[in-house]
């Protein structure tokens, strides 16, 4: 089973800039797509971004198209979230997933083998 592990996160302030990245144990195109997701204190687990691994089509939330980026580097077996313009509202644990489902969903439940999580915390 692909186990995959995040960091980069930290504090920043805000319109400051961090890297996530993502680290599997295997060749990350074993899944369809790879995903980013945050979760808030007290909020459900959102969407940030996804990337398909045939193609390296990505995908956006509305909420951080035009200042997030997400990437993929085969040789590192390895995702990145590269966010700028961060905001208070970004505050949250960032967590990386796979899926199988063939394209890049946006629902959570597609997603398996989730990662322990990254806390990323903007302050105004």
């Known amino acids: 089973q692909v186990q995959l592990v995040e960091s980069g996160g930290g504090l920043v302030q805000a319109g400051g800039s961090l890297r996530l990245s993502c680290a599997a144990s295997?060749?990350?195109?074993?899944?369809?797509?790879m995903g980013w997701f945050r979760q808030a204190p007290g909020k459900e687990r959102e969407f940030v971004a996804a990337?398909?691994?045939?193609?390296?089509?990505?995908y956006y939330a509305d909420a951080v198209k035009g200042r997030f980026t997400m990437s993929r580097d085969n040789t590192k077996n390895t995702v990145y979230l590269q966010m700028y313009s961060l905001k208070p509202e970004d505050t949250a644990v960032y967590y990386c997933?796979?899926?199988?489902?063939?394209?890049?969903?946006?629902?959570?439940?597609?997603?398996?083998?989730w990662g322990q999580g990254t806390q990323v915390t903007v302050s105004s």
């Open positions: 997933a796979g899926s199988r489902a063939g394209w890049a969903p946006r629902t959570r439940s597609l997603y398996e083998n």
């Open positions: 295997e060749r990350t195109f074993s899944y369809d797509s």
């Open positions: 990337i398909t691994t045939s193609d390296d089509n990505t």
